[in-house]
C-alpha cells in the first residue's frame, strides 16, 4: 500500500500516513495542487511557516509507460502568489513512485535561520540529516557529493545557492540519468519554498522498493503500446523525428519566421540572429565538436522522444545538458544574444545556483531594458548570472526574477502575468498562447495549455495565429493538460502525438486506468482534468485574484509588435471566456 | 474663474480648460481622486504613459482659514498599485489656489527617457521649460537654485533623485515658509509618477494672481472663527499646547507607554530608547543647543497649531526640519536607533533625495531584519539611504519600499499592507488603526482615519485599544476624513478640535460653504466623504483589488508581540464590514 511521507521542519520529523481514499486515484499535479488547497491557507505568505511544498510522481511514473517520468512539486508560490505545481524530468519521480510514495508533504520551518537538512528515503524509511556540508555551493559540485555518500543508485530533489536564499526563481533540480544537476521543475520558485523549509535535499534510493502496482494489467498494457505507437508515428515526436534530430530549439526557427520569437525584451518579435542558436545548429555544433550531443540523450529513462541534448565546448568536452527551446530563446534571442556558446553557459549557470532558465532569460532581458548591460552583451549577461550566485543586491533583485526587476528599475516593459516570465511564445503574433498565459492557474507559462500545436505547428487542425476568439481553444487545452500530461505523468511532449491520433490518446486513459483499476474514458479525464483547473482557480480566488489578474501585462496593449505591428488585441470578455463560458 | 491647467508630456503642451461643472463644488482629495478616476485607467502601469499626476489644493486653502494651507496629489500608486492621494503642507497649496487653479493634470510622457521639464505657472499663463541643469542634484542645492532663478516668492513641488529614478517611495517635494525643501506629499510614491512624466517641478508664482473668490463672505468669516476658537481652547492644538510645545514627537513616550510603538521592525511593542528621541527630548536639546528649535515653526503660512520644528546640530547650526513623530519613530525606534541626531540627519538625507520618511525608515527596517545592518546601526542606516541617493542596485530595491525589499530578501515580517510600509502606531497593540491599514482606500496610513485620537488619546470619547469590534469607527473616520481634512484643505491636527469640539467641526463646513456658495450641514459632508470612499474604493475594484488585499500582514496573526503579546485579532468580518456595514 503506497503512503503519504508527511516531513515537519519544525519539529524535524517525518512520518508515514496511509493515503486518504481522496487522493488514491490522482497524481502528480491533481495530487500536489489537491494537498495545496486542503492543507495550505490561501493567504499565508509563500515563504513563512503555513505553506507546504508537496512532492508527487504521475499516476503512471514508475511505471514503463513510455516517456512518463515526471514529478510534481507544488504549493505556493513567492514568485506568482497564486497555487503552482512545476513538473520535471530526470531520475527523481520514478523512484519516489518505486518507494511505494504517493507523494512527500514538507510543512514548518526550522527555528534557527540558515540551518539546512536533507530528507533521505529509502525502503527502510524516512530521515532528516544535517545539510551543513551541502550549504553554499554550486550544484555541480554538490551533487557529485551526494552520489558519493549516498550511492549512484539515488534520485535527487535538491536546491542551489538561489533557493537557500529564498529567490523566487529558485527552482528545484533533478539529476539527470548521467548524475547532473540539469533538470528542473523550474517554474514559480517551488526552490525558495524548500529553502524557506530549510531543506537542501530529498534524496531517494529506491533499491528494494515496492514499485508501482498495476492494478489491471492488460488494460495497462494496450494503453502503453497504444502511447508508443502514437508516439512513433507522429512527425514531431518519431525516432529520427523533429525533436528527436533537432531537439525543442527545433521551434528557434520556426517560431522566428512565425515573427513571434520574442526578441530584446519583447520589443521584436523576429531575430536576426535566430539561426546561430537554432536547433539546426545545436545539431551541426554537436556533430562538429563531437560529444554526446544530440545522439538520443533522454532526460529520464523510459522517453522514447529523446530531444536531450548535451552540448559541447569546442574542444568537444561537455559544457552543458540541455539546450533546451526555452533556455536557448531566453538567454538568446530575448537578450539579443545569438551564441551557443553563451547561452550554453548561461545555462550551466543556470543548474549551478539553482535557477529557472525562462525566468532567468526574462530578467536579464529586462535587466537589460534597465541599462545594466547592453543587448546582445553576452560576457555581462553572464557576470549579471554571477550576481544571483554570488547573493549580492543586484543578485538577489535579478533573482526575485523579471516582475520584481522591472519593479526595482521602474521597467514598464514588463513581459510576466501574476508576476511570472513569459515563455519564448510573442503573445501579440500567437493569440492562443497570450490567453493561456493570461488565464493559466499560474501565471505566464506554455506548459499550461500548448496552444502553439495548433496555431504554429497545425496539430489538431490549424488554426490562424491571429485570430483572437480563442476561449474555447484555451479551456480545452488548460482542462486537457492538468490532467493527460501534468496528473498522468507524461511529458509536455507527448501532446503532439496524442492530439493528433486518437488512440494515443486513449491510450494514456487506458494506462490509468491499468495502474488504478479504473474504467475511465477520455470524457471522464477532460472532465477531471477542468476540475484540477477549478480547485486551483478556488485557491486563487481565496488568495485575492480577480479576472483583472488574468491580463497580459498593458505595453502589449499599446506598443505594436514588429515584424507584423500587431498588439495583443483578445478582448478582456474573451479572455473572461475562458474559465466561464 | 478658476480654470484646470492640463499639461501634456508627449506633447509638451500646457492648457487651460474651464472647470466642468462637476468638479466645481470639490477640491484637495475629493477633485484628484474624481479626475483620477474619470480620466485614469485603473489597470494602467503606474509609471506608464495611461497614468495622470493631479495636483489640486483644498477647498478653502488660499484663504485666510486656519491650518488650511494642505496640496493634494494624486494618480495611481506606484507603491500600490491602488488609487492615491498625498497631501502637504508648505508654500504650494496656496499658491496653487490664489492662481485661480483648481487643478493641475499632468498626463503622457516624453518620448525621449531621461529628459526633464520644469512646468512655470503664473498669473499671466504656465509653460514648460528644460530642466536639466537641476536633475540629477541633491533638493538642499536644487531649492536654492530654483529661487535664484525664479525668485523667492515662489511655491514649489518638485522631485528629488529618486523620483528621477521612478523609485516608489519618492515624494514630492514643497518648499516650506524659509524656503526649505522639507514638507512632503511622501506616501505613495506620486514623485516617481512625476518622474515618469519627465516633470521635475511645478514653479507657482502667485503674484498678481486673483486670488480665492468668496462667495459667501458671512458664512466664511463665521465659520473661520469657529475653528480658531476650537483650535485655540483644545489642550492638543492651543497655543502652548502638546503639539506647540513637543511637537508632533509628543507622541513617542504616550505610544511607547501603550506597548505600540513599532520597534525593530515590528518584533516589539515598546522602545528602551524612547525618551531618547521624544519630542520632550527635541524640545530640551532645541533649547539646549538654540537655533530656531521648536519655537512656533509651522510648515505652512497661516497655520495656528505651529507644531513644526527646526533641529540643530550641536553647535546650533540647523540639521533639519523637521522631526515629526513618524520620522522620528521610523528611522529611530522602527531601526533600533536612540540618537535624535542620527533621526535627524536621514530625515535631511530622505528631504535632500526626495523620499517619504515613513517609507524610507520601515524599508531599513527591513533592511535590517534581512542582516543588511545590525538594528541601532546609525551609522549603517546612513550608508544605507546614500544608497538610495546614488542609485546603485542595493538603492534601487530600498527606494522601492518595505515590500520590494523584503521581496528581493525573502523576509517574511515585512509590515506593509497593499505594498506600502505601516507607520508608527502598531496594529496588534492598537486594534481600530489595524482596521484602518487594512482597508484604507491606499495601504497601511494612519491619515486615512486616525482612530489614535480616540483609542489612545481618548479624544471624542475613549475607546478600549484592544477592541475589536471598531468596523463602524474605522468607517467613520475613514469617510470624515475623506472630506473634513483631506478636501477641505485642512491639516490632519484639526481634528483634535473638531472631534471634541462640535462648533470646531460646524466651522469646518461653514468655511467650505463661505468658499462654495453652498448650504451644506455637517451630514451632507459626512455623506460627501462617504462618496470620495466609494469612489475610490471602485478605481481599486477596477484594478483588481478585493476584500483579501483589505488584510494586514499574515505574521501579525501569529507572531505575538511584546509587552503586551497580542496578535492582530480583528475577525476578518470585521474589517469587511468597514466598507460593507
Redesign the interface.
Same mark, same amino acid.
Given at each position: 500500500m503506497s503512503k503519504i511521507l508527511r516531513v515537519n521542519m519544525t519539529n524535524l520529523t517525518a512520518k508515514f500516513e496511509d493515503v486518504p481514499e481522496k487522493y488514491k486515484l490522482t497524481g502528480g499535479r491533481g495530487l500536489t495542487s489537491a494537498i495545496t488547497c486542503a492543507e495550505v491557507p490561501p493567504?499565508?505568505?509563500p515563504?513563512?511557516?503555513?505553506n507546504k511544498v508537496t512532492f508527487a510522481s504521475g499516476i503512471v511514473t514508475g511505471t514503463i509507460a513510455p516517456t512518463s517520468g515526471r514529478i510534481s512539486i507544488g504549493g505556493k508560490s513567492?514568485l506568482t502568489g497564486t497555487i503552482k505545481e512545476a513538473n520535471s524530468g530526470g531520475m527523481a519521480g520514478q523512484k519516489l513512485a518505486r518507494l511505494g510514495i504517493k507523494a512527500i508533504i514538507v510543512e514548518g520551518q526550522p527555528k534557527e535561520k540558515g540551518k539546512f537538512w536533507l530528507l533521505k528515503v529509502d525502503k527502510d524509511g524516512a530521515q532528516l540529516l544535517p545539510a551543513d556540508e551541502f550549504v553554499g555551493k554550486g550544484l555541480y559540485e554538490t551533487y557529485p557529493r551526494f552520489f558519493a555518500k549516498f550511492g549512484k543508485n539515488v534520485g535527487i530533489m535538491g536546491i542551489g545557492v538561489a533557493g537557500e536564499?529564498?529567490?523566487?526563481m529558485a527552482g528545484v533540480c533533478v539529476n539527470d540519468p548521467q548524475g547532473r544537476p540539469s533538470r528542473y521543475a523550474g517554474r514559480g520558485g517551488m526552490g525558495?519554498v524548500m529553502?524557506?523549509k530549510g531543506l537542501k535535499a530529498i534524496i531517494l534510493d529506491d533499491t528494494g522498493g515496492p514499485g508501482v502496482p498495476i492494478a489491471n494489467k492488460e488494460a495497462f498494457e494496450a494503453g502503453r503500446k497504444k502511447l508508443i505507437a502514437a508516439l512513433q508515428e507522429h512527425a514531431i515526436t518519431k525516432p529520427g523525428g523533429a525533436l528527436n534530430t533537432t531537439g525543442t530549439a527545433t521551434l528557434i526557427n520556426v517560431i522566428n519566421e512565425a515573427g513571434a520569437l520574442p526578441t530584446r525584451n519583447f520589443s521584436e518579435g523576429r531575430f536576426e540572429g535566430a539561426n546561430k542558436i537554432s536547433g539546426e545548429t545545436i545539431n551541426e555544433t554537436c556533430k562538429k565538436r563531437g560529444g554526446v550531443g544530440m545522439t538520443g540523450h533522454s532526460c529520464s529513462p523510459g522517453c522514447i522522444i529523446k530531444c536531450s541534448n548535451v552540448y559541447p565546448k569546442p574542444d568537444g568536452t561537455e559544457l552543458v545538458s540541455c539546450q533546451e527551446y526555452e533556455s536557448v530563446w531566453s538567454f538568446g534571442a530575448n537578450c539579443g544574444i545569438d551564441s551557443l556558446d553563451v547561452t550554453g553557459e548561461l545555462i550551466r549557470l543556470s543548474n549551478d545556483y539553482g535557477v529557472d532558465t525562462i525566468e532567468a532569460g526574462v530578467t536579464i532581458g529586462v535587466a537589460m531594458e534597465a541599462g545594466l548591460a547592453k543587448f546582445g552583451d553576452g560576457k555581462k549577461a553572464i557576470e549579471l548570472m554571477h550576481e544571483i550566485g554570488k547573493g549580492?543586491?543586484?543578485g538577489?533583485?535579478l533573482g526575485?526574477g523579471g516582475a520584481?526587476t522591472a519593479?526595482? *528599475?521602474?521597467v514598464?516593459r514588463c513581459p510576466t502575468v501574476k508576476g511570472q516570465g513569459m515563455p519564448a511564445y510573442e503573445p501579440r503574433a500567437i493569440k492562443g498562447i497570450g490567453i493561456i498565459y493570461a488565464t493559466s492557474t499560474m501565471g505566464a507559462d506554455h506548459t499550461s495549455g500548448y496552444t502553439i500545436a495548433p496555431e504554429i505547428l497545425g496539430i489538431s487542425g490549424e488554426v490562424d495565429k491571429f485570430k483572437v476568439e480563442k476561449s474555447d481553444l484555451a479551456r480545452n487545452f488548460l482542462h486537457t493538460t492538468a490532467y493527460f500530461l501534468d496528473s498522468s505523468g507524461h511529458c509536455l511532449f507527448i501532446s503532439f502525438a496524442i492530439l493528433d491520433i486518437a488512440s494515443g490518446l486513449e491510450g494514456v486513459v487506458e494506462e490509468c486506468n491499468g495502474v488504478l483499476g479504473t474504467n475511465w474514458t477520455v470524457d471522464d479525464v477532460v472532465r477531471m482534468g477542468r476540475d484540477i483547473v477549478k480547485m486551483e482557480r478556488a485557491f486563487n480566488e481565496?488568495?485575492?485574484?480577480?479576472k483583472?489578474?488574468d491580463?497580459l501585462?498593458? *505595453?502589449m496593449k499599446?506598443e505594436k509588435l514588429p515584424p507584423h505591428n500587431v498588439v495583443f488585441d483578445v478582448p478582456d470578455k474573451e479572455l473572461d471566456k475562458v474559465h466561464n463560458p
Amino acid at each position: 500500500m503506497s503512503k503519504i511521507l508527511r516531513v515537519n521542519m519544525t519539529n524535524l520529523t517525518a512520518k508515514f500516513e496511509d493515503v486518504p481514499e481522496k487522493y488514491k486515484l490522482t497524481g502528480g499535479r491533481g495530487l500536489t495542487s489537491a494537498i495545496t488547497c486542503a492543507e495550505v491557507p490561501p493567504t499565508c505568505h509563500p515563504l513563512g511557516p503555513n505553506n507546504k511544498v508537496t512532492f508527487a510522481s504521475g499516476i503512471v511514473t514508475g511505471t514503463i509507460a513510455p516517456t512518463s517520468g515526471r514529478i510534481s512539486i507544488g504549493g505556493k508560490s513567492p514568485l506568482t502568489g497564486t497555487i503552482k505545481e512545476a513538473n520535471s524530468g530526470g531520475m527523481a519521480g520514478q523512484k519516489l513512485a518505486r518507494l511505494g510514495i504517493k507523494a512527500i508533504i514538507v510543512e514548518g520551518q526550522p527555528k534557527e535561520k540558515g540551518k539546512f537538512w536533507l530528507l533521505k528515503v529509502d525502503k527502510d524509511g524516512a530521515q532528516l540529516l544535517p545539510a551543513d556540508e551541502f550549504v553554499g555551493k554550486g550544484l555541480y559540485e554538490t551533487y557529485p557529493r551526494f552520489f558519493a555518500k549516498f550511492g549512484k543508485n539515488v534520485g535527487i530533489m535538491g536546491i542551489g545557492v538561489a533557493g537557500e536564499k529564498l529567490m523566487s526563481m529558485a527552482g528545484v533540480c533533478v539529476n539527470d540519468p548521467q548524475g547532473r544537476p540539469s533538470r528542473y521543475a523550474g517554474r514559480g520558485g517551488m526552490g525558495a519554498v524548500m529553502g524557506s523549509k530549510g531543506l537542501k535535499a530529498i534524496i531517494l534510493d529506491d533499491t528494494g522498493g515496492p514499485g508501482v502496482p498495476i492494478a489491471n494489467k492488460e488494460a495497462f498494457e494496450a494503453g502503453r503500446k497504444k502511447l508508443i505507437a502514437a508516439l512513433q508515428e507522429h512527425a514531431i515526436t518519431k525516432p529520427g523525428g523533429a525533436l528527436n534530430t533537432t531537439g525543442t530549439a527545433t521551434l528557434i526557427n520556426v517560431i522566428n519566421e512565425a515573427g513571434a520569437l520574442p526578441t530584446r525584451n519583447f520589443s521584436e518579435g523576429r531575430f536576426e540572429g535566430a539561426n546561430k542558436i537554432s536547433g539546426e545548429t545545436i545539431n551541426e555544433t554537436c556533430k562538429k565538436r563531437g560529444g554526446v550531443g544530440m545522439t538520443g540523450h533522454s532526460c529520464s529513462p523510459g522517453c522514447i522522444i529523446k530531444c536531450s541534448n548535451v552540448y559541447p565546448k569546442p574542444d568537444g568536452t561537455e559544457l552543458v545538458s540541455c539546450q533546451e527551446y526555452e533556455s536557448v530563446w531566453s538567454f538568446g534571442a530575448n537578450c539579443g544574444i545569438d551564441s551557443l556558446d553563451v547561452t550554453g553557459e548561461l545555462i550551466r549557470l543556470s543548474n549551478d545556483y539553482g535557477v529557472d532558465t525562462i525566468e532567468a532569460g526574462v530578467t536579464i532581458g529586462v535587466a537589460m531594458e534597465a541599462g545594466l548591460a547592453k543587448f546582445g552583451d553576452g560576457k555581462k549577461a553572464i557576470e549579471l548570472m554571477h550576481e544571483i550566485g554570488k547573493g549580492t543586491p543586484l543578485g538577489h533583485i535579478l533573482g526575485n526574477g523579471g516582475a520584481i526587476t522591472a519593479g526595482t *528599475f521602474g521597467v514598464v516593459r514588463c513581459p510576466t502575468v501574476k508576476g511570472q516570465g513569459m515563455p519564448a511564445y510573442e503573445p501579440r503574433a500567437i493569440k492562443g498562447i497570450g490567453i493561456i498565459y493570461a488565464t493559466s492557474t499560474m501565471g505566464a507559462d506554455h506548459t499550461s495549455g500548448y496552444t502553439i500545436a495548433p496555431e504554429i505547428l497545425g496539430i489538431s487542425g490549424e488554426v490562424d495565429k491571429f485570430k483572437v476568439e480563442k476561449s474555447d481553444l484555451a479551456r480545452n487545452f488548460l482542462h486537457t493538460t492538468a490532467y493527460f500530461l501534468d496528473s498522468s505523468g507524461h511529458c509536455l511532449f507527448i501532446s503532439f502525438a496524442i492530439l493528433d491520433i486518437a488512440s494515443g490518446l486513449e491510450g494514456v486513459v487506458e494506462e490509468c486506468n491499468g495502474v488504478l483499476g479504473t474504467n475511465w474514458t477520455v470524457d471522464d479525464v477532460v472532465r477531471m482534468g477542468r476540475d484540477i483547473v477549478k480547485m486551483e482557480r478556488a485557491f486563487n480566488e481565496a488568495a485575492g485574484f480577480t479576472k483583472i489578474d488574468d491580463r497580459l501585462p498593458e *505595453f502589449m496593449k499599446y506598443e505594436k509588435l514588429p515584424p507584423h505591428n500587431v498588439v495583443f488585441d483578445v478582448p478582456d470578455k474573451e479572455l473572461d471566456k475562458v474559465h466561464n463560458p
